[in-house]
């Protein structure tokens, strides 16, 4: 015990200062992730849409949580006629390499679907035209947006065609087939 007591004293502390930090570390994150929500609920108690969209703005989140307010101030400023903003937002999340993957789909595709009163449409539809890859989550609503681009231009077979392709698909919704049926 004399010669080796000594190890089982620094293995207890060791063990112990272990779950300490883990703790530790497990309410400075609850601690963060409480501020932030406490900050979006502040933001969005706003009566003013357009004073909404700022608060949203100015708060500074990483990861998922900058997801989830890039999205709320995007939908804040769209719903405040700031479009251009909102479109702005979408993108910077669209490209974060910080936020899972879905988050960044979701904001490619909104941004996407906004239309700027002096917008480019060959750009939107570069956009879109990027979107429909194997696999995707919002492939077949792309699809759908390309389709109505098509038939928006006067290009009804190109529409024809890309309606009977979401309508043949094996992952295609019940309430997008008939969309696209019609």
């Known amino acids: 015990l004399r010669k080796y007591g000594w190890i089982a004293a620094v293995a207890v502390v060791a063990i112990v200062g272990t779950a300490a930090y883990v703790e530790y570390s497990k309410a400075t994150a609850a601690a963060e ?15 003013n849409v357009a004073d909404r969209a700022v608060a949203l703005a100015a708060i500074e989140v990483d990861g998922p949580a900058f997801a989830v307010s890039a999205l709320m101030t995007a939908a804040a400023q769209q719903e405040s006629g700031d479009l251009a903003a909102a479109k702005s937002t979408l993108e910077i999340l669209a490209v974060n390499q910080d936020v899972p993957d879905v988050y960044g789909d979701v904001a490619g595709f909104k941004s996407a679907l906004i239309v700027l009163p002096d917008g480019d449409m060959d750009a939107r539809r570069s956009t879109l035209d990027g979107l429909p890859l194997p696999g995707a989550p919002f492939r077949l609503l792309a699809l759908e947006q390309i389709a109505q681009m098509d038939v928006a231009a006067g290009e009804v077979d190109a529409a024809v065609a890309t309606f009977r392709a979401i309508i043949e698909d094996a992952a295609v919704s019940r309430g997008l087939r008939e969309r696209a049926q019609s």
Do not use: T
């Open 33 to 47: 992730a409480q501020a932030v929500g406490d900050s979006i609920l502040d933001a969005l108690a706003a009566e």
